[in-house]
């Protein structure tokens, strides 16, 4: 691997972290990031939360923008994404808040993205030969979404429900202008694509969560299936937010 | 027995409700979490209307004899009382939602304008 962090050097960067009651993770994200790369601006999205979320992200010299109240996940994220429009930076990278990302995997999404080989570079648990194996239900349903996006994108997909990637101004620019909500990663793999974004999946391994609890319930996880299914077939008819440029 | 013709015009009414949401939900006027219970709605109507057999069979259920084609009215004012419903929750939310706001707004500009000097932050001197 070509030493990414020369790569980097010059290029203005952010790390978003939406963080959502993660007060007992989200200090160590944030060092974690800085041990990483301490040229890494970084901005924690807090998406309503109840606890101390935000004043534990200031406290480790994070960024905060507190949205006054609960957006879910999509315009948290989005709202990031703005962030990072707006304020001119090259190169961004999402990393939850709940710990579950390791920043020490930072390199293995930045690398293509610096690289220039795509612009969007995202972090699968089931790529390569570092597999996860989440429960049957779970597994099904990525399974299902996986084979979706895969055949929409003709691309090879295997992780839709990752929030850990790496993007380019071009990936910026469109996140900041456009944005699924709700459950927004599925979603946002075919509207990359459909703008004709390059688009990569690389292996990570994924922690497991080390505090807070997961966003998708078991309740809502037939909803979540319907809905998902539903923007994804109207998505097929949907016209660009943005020009692409034609590459 | 349901006369032939109704159905036909039912079916067409409940096609015409699915495509009206679908171009709604592509031109991105109406979200898809707002739009699942229409779809619903839709389905139902147009399944009722071509299955036949099934609507009379439903209108023996519920002790309707003479007109079959009344199952399509109570099952279609069903399903709007549900969809108006959930919209008077939607709406409460959003009201909700929109006090924080205006909370969060006059408390920042308060704020702007004790912190600028004097004069210099003027909301109310915008030409909108």
Redesign the interface.
Known sequence: MPDVRALMAGRKRVAIVPALNEEGSVGSVIDEIRAFDPGFAIVVVDDGSSDRTAQVARAHGASVVRL??NLGIGGAVQTGYRYAFERGFELAVQIDGDGQHDPAELPRILEPVLDGRVDMAVGSRFAGERAYRPPLARRLGIRLFAGIVSLLVRQRVTDTTSGFRAVNRRGIALFAADYP??YPEVEATVMVVKHRLRLCEVSVSMRERTAGRSSIGALSSV?YM??VM??LF?GV??RRALPSEEA | MTPFWVSIAAAAASLVLLLVVFELIRSRRLRERYALLWLLTGIVLLVLSLWRGGLNTMAGWIGIETYPPSVLFAVGLLFILVVLLHYSTVISKLSDQNTVLAQRLALLEHELEETRPDGEYNPDASPS
Do not use: G, S, T
């Open positions: 006054p109240f909500h709700d909803y319907v809905k539903l923007a109207v008819f949907r």
